[in-house]
């Protein structure tokens, strides 16, 4: 597996809260309705917490978005379903977090322990 890995940032004008409603209540099921056009293969949401005194993320919260490989991106991509699935997440991802402030990483799982 391949994993996309996004650290969110939310709206300014959003409260912590609403941003986590949002993303928990509306794009969860989204994406989930989406998932086979998507191929993707898991989608985890990790939420910020109150952080320890002097321990505060500039994060609200992390995205993972688990894929088979990159060919399966690539080809979910080159699918006019696949494209027209990705646009209608991202026109959502308009309404909850500031995809400027936000970062997107590729990495894969090693286990450890």
Known sequence: MIYQVHALVRLPGLTHAAFVHHW?????P???SLAADLRIK????????????GCASRYDGFA??????????EAMLASP?????????????????????????????????
């Open 24 to 28: 928990r209540e509306h794009h969860a």
């Open 30 to 32: 989204l994406v989930t």
């Open 42 to 53: 898991s989608y985890d949401q990790m939420p910020g917490v109150d952080y320890p005194a």
């Open 64 to 73: 993972i978005v688990g894929f088979q490989d990159l060919e399966d991106f």
């Open 81 to 113: 379903e696949g494209r027209a699935a990705a646009r209608r997440v991202r026109e959502d991802e308009k309404s909850f977090f500031d995809s400027k402030a936000s970062t997107v990483t590729w990495t894969r799982e090693v286990p450890i322990l």
